[in-house]
């Protein structure tokens, strides 16, 4: 099984800045990485796949990138509503999927 | 749309059973495999279970495997998680997502539903 790593915990930053969110990968998943974004009392939004490209109606200010066991989820100019968990999963080799643990970006 | 409904979640006792539905519309449900993940209260992700178009093939969680039984019936757009020998640690919000279409290309899940919250408790 191939584990998930994320770091940081939690992140705190402003309105407006730039948040740089890390995931690495026990062994080497390609470019078979995903990030997604959860709010409170919602279901997990897919943001990003195979490591860079942003899925369907996603904002140009979130942009991936890595791949092998390295990989980072950067946001630039924060904005309000994106104030939330972050996780990256790996569907490189299954199963199972695995998922890391998540990052809190908080204000 | 796209639009993925769970339904079948509650308060089970501990050694009980219980029966989560997932209704899909809005894309061609026999087309894709499907996925269930759940997620513990205030805790991340985790990966259950999945099914190919004509449910030949099936995958579980180590942490499911003999206790949980995936299923679809495509005729109703429907997909199920049958859930047994349920202990407190299953307590968890339970999401139905969409998978991949061929495991020549996998990706990752572009449509989850809303989540049906299982309960386990005495």
């Known amino acids: 099984e191939i584990v998930m790593t994320q770091s940081p915990a939690t992140l705190s930053v402003s309105p407006g800045s730039r948040a740089t969110l890390s995931c690495r990968a026990s062994?080497?998943?390609?470019?078979?990485l995903a990030w997604y974004q959860q709010k409170p009392g919602q279901a997990p939004r897919l943001l990003i796949y195979d490591a860079s490209t942003r899925a369907t109606g996603i904002p140009a200010r979130f942009s991936g990138s890595g791949s092998g066991t390295e990989f980072t989820l950067t946001i630039s100019s924060l904005q309000s509503e994106d104030f939330a968990v972050y996780y990256c999963?790996?569907?490189?080799?299954?199963?199972?999927?695995?998922f890391g643990q998540g990052t809190k970006l908080e204000i | 749309e796209v639009q993925l409904v769970e339904s079948g979640g509650g308060l089970v006792q501990p050694g009980g059973s219980l029966r989560l539905s997932c209704v899909a519309s809005g894309f061609t449900f026999n087309s894709y495999w499907m996925s269930w993940v759940r997620q513990a209260p205030g805790k991340g992700l985790e990966w259950l279970a999945n099914?190919?178009?004509?449910?030949?093939?099936?995958y579980y969680a180590d942490s499911v495997k003999g206790r949980f039984t995936i299923s679809r019936d495509n005729a109703k757009n429907s997909l199920y998680l049958e859930m047994g020998r349920l202990r407190a640690e299953d307590t968890a919000v339970y999401y139905c997502a969409r998978d991949m279409v061929s495991t020549i290309v996998v990706v990752p899940f572009d449509k989850w539903g809303q989540g049906t919250l299982v309960s386990v408790s005495s």
């Open positions: 099914i190919d178009q004509d449910a030949t093939e099936k």
């Open positions: 999963q790996q569907y490189n080799n299954w199963p199972p999927y695995t």
């Open positions: 062994h080497s998943v390609g470019s078979n």
